[in-house]
C-alpha cells in the first residue's frame, strides 16, 4: 500500500527532474489521507484499538465517513496505512539519531527512548497486543513487522559502519538496546516500573554497549 505522503519537490523541481509534477488534487488527497492516518493513531490512544471506529476517525479528522471511505475502502486499509506510518515514524526517528559523525552511545540511547516516550509508541502497543487475539490484525500487522525488521536492520548496518568488523555484536547490540529500551516503556506505561529507575536502567545499557564494542569512545 503507498504510504501517505506528500512530496517535497515544486512543480518547477519536478519538471527540471523529467517527472510530472504533482496536481492539486493529488496534494489535497494526499493530504486528507494523511489526516486520516493520524487520526486514526490518535484514536487508539485515546481509546484503544477496539473501541476504534471509522465513524470515530472520521470525527477525529473532521471528516465525513463517506470522505473517509473515498480514501480507504474499509477499517482493514486504514489500519494497514496507519501501521505503515507508525513504522515510518520510528525509522525517520532512527535516522536522526544516527546521522552524526560521532555516534555517542548515550545520546543514541537516549534519543531512542525519547521516541519511545510520544504517543506513536503507545498506540503500536496497543496494536501489537491486539492482534494477539485479532486474526484479521495479526494478518495486517505480521508482514509489516518482518518488513519493517528488515529495513530497519538494513539501514543500521549502513549508519553504523564502526561495528562492521563484528556483525554479530551488532545484531545483537541492536536487539538488545530495542528490546530493553521497549520493555522499558511498556513497564513504565503500566505502573509497572517505578520512575526513578529508568536513569540507572540508561546508564546500564549504555555501559553493555560500549563493552560489547571497546572502539566506541565513551561520552
Known amino acids: 500500500m503507498a504510504r501517505a505522503a506528500t512530496s517535497n519537490r515544486t512543480p518547477r523541481q519536478a519538471k527540471a527532474a523529467g517527472t510530472n509534477?504533482?496536481?492539486?488534487?493529488?496534494?489535497?488527497?494526499?493530504?486528507?489521507?494523511?489526516?486520516?492516518?493520524?487520526?486514526?493513531?490518535?484514536?487508539?490512544?485515546?481509546?484503544?484499538?477496539?473501541?476504534?471506529?471509522t465513524p470515530q476517525v472520521a470525527a477525529e479528522a473532521g471528516l465525513s465517513r463517506g470522505a473517509m471511505l473515498h480514501h480507504f475502502e474499509n477499517g482493514s486499509t486504514l489500519i494497514k496505512a496507519a501501521i505503515v506510518e507508525l513504522h515510518e515514524k520510528r525509522l525517520r526517528a532512527f535516522r536522526r539519531a544516527a546521522d552524526t559523525e560521532n555516534h555517542d552511545t548515550a545520546t543514541l540511547v537516549r534519543t531512542y527512548?525519547?521516541?519511545?516516550?510520544?504517543?506513536?509508541?503507545?498506540?503500536?502497543?496497543?496494536?501489537?497486543?491486539?492482534?494477539?487475539?485479532?486474526p484479521e490484525l495479526a494478518r495486517i500487522?505480521?508482514?509489516?513487522?518482518?518488513?519493517?525488521?528488515?529495513?530497519?536492520?538494513?539501514?543500521?548496518?549502513?549508519?553504523?559502519p564502526e561495528w562492521q568488523g563484528d556483525r554479530r555484536s551488532f545484531d545483537v547490540a541492536m536487539t538488545l538496546s530495542q528490546v530493553m529500551l521497549e520493555g522499558m516503556a511498556i513497564h513504565l506505561l503500566t505502573g509497572a516500573m517505578d520512575e526513578q529507575m529508568v536513569e540507572p536502567m540508561l546508564v546500564v545499557l549504555e555501559e553493555?554497549?560500549?563493552?560489547?564494542?571497546p572502539a566506541l569512545k565513551k561520552a
Open 21 to 53: 509534477p504533482p496536481t492539486l488534487q493529488s496534494l489535497k488527497s494526499a493530504q486528507t489521507r494523511a489526516k486520516l492516518i493520524e487520526a486514526t493513531i490518535r484514536c487508539i490512544v485515546k481509546a484503544g484499538y477496539a473501541n476504534t471506529t
Open 113 to 134: 527512548w525519547k521516541q519511545l516516550q510520544k504517543p506513536a509508541f503507545v498506540a503500536f502497543h496497543e496494536l501489537a497486543l491486539a492482534a494477539r487475539t485479532d
Open 141 to 160: 500487522l505480521q508482514p509489516l513487522q518482518v518488513e519493517f525488521r528488515e529495513r530497519f536492520n538494513a539501514q543500521a548496518v549502513l549508519l553504523f
Open 208 to 213: 553493555k554497549i560500549r563493552a560489547m564494542n
